[in-house]
């Protein structure tokens, strides 16, 4: 009797995959004869390649599978399908189509391909026309160089996929394009490819491409969207609440499913513990990278007057311009007539656009070229015949222009919108004074006297700088305040004066000697102002005498003799603070500041912006960005607090039947029945009620119908 042949493996691939795993040798003819089988499908498959070849699938697979076992043999397998996919990517069946793929990443996976050759592949074929593709290989491309760069950057292979991304952002295929930027953009936001090249190349392609939706793309890069507020809030909202699955875990029925889904919540709680704890890591906006920020904004700028598309894709050119004006300090006059034509209360998403002029202004533009802008947002917005609203808004754009270019205001016309300090509407006086206050600090001079408040310790000794100045300082600003802990020594005295000629002499000691020092300085300063003190009552006497033998008549020579005693004063006060600013660089050149001297530094400059009219220090630092909600923000009261919504609610009720439950009584001073009398009644003396209305066992009716019976039987 001849026995069946059971050897079912060359139908088997699945079981014949799990061998050759187990032991390659042994199985080394099977795989021979299925790669052989490979290359005969091969030829049959070329001929006509639009087709589905199942057994061709299952094939590619189980080689892809198990290549690692034979290197030798599968030397070429990975060049066969990258040419199918090259030469016929377009008309492959998609499910033929993925399944190249996949085997292509099975062997990328196992460092059987090379990186740069299949991501170049990859790269061409996102011209299919196959979205699920294209995701698939975006997700796989973004992995992969992620993990190639995850213990040290390749420099080498980033160059060169740099490089040949440069072109792909230039083909004629619009989702191939786009689908490039887009993998720039997730691999710079994930600090990978994060260099200047990958910006620029994004900057000098992407921002100029005749494809709308790369070109959209590329300049919200480089506005960076409020993407980390976004990823914030969504963290907050997904937050694992572990405490409540464990107490859900322990009160509810214990199921497998229920189990996993704990052990799924512990697992996001490490992780997110895990992520508070890391460093966070800053990545900040790609614009300022760009090598050639002015040839940037120059070609946008011409890009966008001959452009014809919708308002929006304009609104992110203005903006992109903007802020390429604004953080490198270009010079673009023509920008600013231009976007004078939207400064209008009625054009849409005005406030946007004054954002954009406040962007666009630093202090080395020029104040006769933004002036035209303040004059139309004036005469445009800040009129009476518009809303408060409009005319709050016009202001609060007008200060934002001018806190970064002050010399761009003119003296007649920040006195006329002085004015609107005492407007009926709050929103109009606050932000009216708002811009009082902003030129209190830079040019108080262009405001009317009694609009420059009292002045500061800050102001006075704030310089007016004229154009194109700037303000560089050789020490720490405030670094005074630290002379208090050293003992200051002046020996600007009159036997020293021909050696040391007036200057300050810092020794540091401990903290007892220096507490000495401060009190020695005190006293110093004491001793002067006694002695200005006296002087004073001297000069006081003298005039007393002087108006009585002369009538109130003064001499020239003592007018003189007056003048010179001011001027000596202030020629001592100046040369005691030379002294001190001579001290404290000194300080700081010799010392090394911690963080308490740096704290003692800020509470001393925030100290000099306050008065004793005003207590609230002023905002010194302007932002890099200017938000939209200093533009929009309005001062109003609300129309009906909760005062006058009560007085309306009291108004509404009278002459109005009571609300709730009314009284069927025809006579409301007779009684009540039982059962109304019964819902104010408390439960305890109610009990015995409601215990009667449960209903009896069946042992219960039977006892008392046996009581009953019984009763009766008496009776009778």
């Known amino acids: 009797m001849v026995r069946p042949n059971n050897n079912q493996l060359p139908e088997n691939l699945p079981q014949l995959q799990n061998l050759i795993k187990r032991d390659p040798e042994s199985y080394s003819d099977e795989f021979h004869i299925q790669y052989q089988h490979f290359l005969s499908l091969l030829e049959v498959f070329a001929l006509n390649p639009s087709e589905e070849n199942k057994s061709l699938d299952d094939t590619v697979m189980f080689i892809a599978q198990v290549a690692q076992c034979y290197p030798a043999a599968c030397e070429l397998f990975p060049k066969h399908l990258a040419d199918l996919l090259r030469n016929y990517a377009t008309v492959l069946d998609p499910a033929m189509r993925n399944c190249f793929v996949k085997a292509l990443i099975l062997l990328r996976n196992k460092n059987l391909v090379p990186a740069l050759d299949i991501l170049e592949l990859f790269f061409q074929l996102l011209r299919c026309p196959d979205k699920n593709l294209r995701t698939f290989l975006q997700a796989h491309i973004v992995t992969d160089i992620k993990n190639m760069n995850a213990k040290h950057k390749d420099m080498k292979l980033n160059s060169s996929l740099q490089n040949f991304m440069y072109s792909m952002l230039k083909d004629a295929n619009p989702k191939a394009a786009k689908m490039s930027v887009d993998i720039m953009i997730e691999l710079y936001?994930?600090?990978?490819?994060n260099d200047p090249k990958s910006v620029n190349v994004i900057a000098t392609v992407g921002c100029f491409s005749k494809v709308t939706k790369v070109?959209?793309?590329?300049?919200?890069?480089f506005l960076g969207h409020d993407d980390e507020d976004e990823?914030?809030?969504?963290?907050s909202e997904n937050e694992v609440d572990l405490k409540g699955a464990l107490l859900a875990n322990r009160v509810s029925k214990k199921t497998k499913k229920g189990q996993k889904q704990l052990q799924k919540i512990k697992k996001q709680a490490v992780k997110a513990q895990k992520k508070k704890k890391n460093a966070p890591a800053f990545n900040f906006s790609g614009i300022h990278l760009v090598h050639n920020p002015q040839g940037m904004a120059e070609g946008l700028f011409k890009q966008l007057q001959a452009t014809n598309e919708r308002f929006e894709v304009k609104l992110m050119h203005l903006d992109v311009i903007s802020r390429l004006i604004g953080i490198h300090e270009l010079f673009l006059f023509g920008y600013y007539p231009y976007i004078t034509r939207f400064l209008q209360p009625h054009q849409r998403q005005v406030t946007r656009v004054l954002q954009f002029a406040a962007q666009a202004s630093h202090e080395l533009v020029p104040g006769d070229i933004i002036e035209p802008i303040l004059k139309t947002i004036a005469n445009n917005f800040i009129t009476e015949?518009?809303?408060?609203?409009?005319?709050a808004i016009g202001l609060n754009a007008t200060r934002e222009i001018c806190m970064?270019?002050?010399l761009a205001m003119g003296e007649d016309l920040l006195q006329d919108l002085a004015m609107y300090k005492t407007y009926k509407e709050k929103s109009v006086m606050m932000a009216a004074r708002s811009l009082i206050t902003l030129y209190r600090e830079q040019l108080p001079a262009l405001l009317h006297k009694k609009d420059r408040g009292r002045q500061t310790?800050?102001?006075?000794?704030?310089?007016?700088?004229?154009?194109?100045?700037?303000?560089?300082h050789d020490t720490v600003l405030g670094a005074e305040a630290l002379l208090?802990?050293?003992?200051?020594?002046?020996?600007?005295?009159?036997?020293?004066s021909d050696s040391n000629d007036g200057q300050w002499v810092t020794v540091n000691h401990s903290d007892g000697e220096g507490a000495d020092g401060a009190d020695d300085d005190e006293e110093e300063e004491e001793d002067d102002d006694d002695n200005e003190e006296e002087d004073d009552e001297d000069n006081s006497d003298e005039g007393e005498e002087e108006e009585e033998d002369e009538s109130n008549a003064k001499d020239d020579g003592d007018a003189a003799n007056d003048e010179e005693a001011s001027k000596q004063k202030k020629e001592k006060k100046d040369l005691k603070i030379l002294n001190q600013k001579e001290a404290a660089q000194e300080l700081a050149l010799t010392r090394i500041f911690t963080d308490e001297d740096f704290k003692r530094i800020n509470a001393a400059n925030l100290k000099k912006t306050v008065t004793n009219s005003r207590k609230r220090p002023l905002e010194q630092d302007r932002a890099e960005f200017v938000k939209l909600n200093s533009i929009e923000m309005i001062f109003k009261k609300r129309k009906h607090d909760k005062e006058s919504r009560m007085e309306t609610v009291q108004a509404g009720r009278q002459d109005r039947e009571r609300f709730g439950w009314k009284d069927g009584r025809?006579?409301?001073?007779?009684?009540?029945?039982?059962s109304e009398k019964r819902k104010t009644k408390n439960f305890g003396m109610m009990r015995h009620k409601a215990r009667s209305k449960v209903k009896k066992s069946f042992r219960d009716k039977q006892l008392s119908l046996r009581k009953h019976l019984l009763h009766q039987k008496k009776m009778k």
């Open 385 to 391: 015949r518009n809303s408060s609203d409009v005319m």
């Open 404 to 406: 970064r270019c002050p």
């Open 666 to 674: 025809v006579n409301e001073h007779c009684s009540k029945t039982n």
């Open 189 to 193: 936001k994930k600090n990978i490819w």
């Open 457 to 472: 310790e800050a102001q006075a000794e704030r310089k007016v700088r004229a154009y194109g100045e700037r303000e560089v």
């Open 231 to 235: 990823e914030e809030d969504t963290e």
């Open 484 to 496: 208090k802990d050293s003992k200051t020594i002046d020996i600007a005295s009159d036997e020293d």
């Open 215 to 221: 070109l959209v793309t590329s300049l919200k890069f």
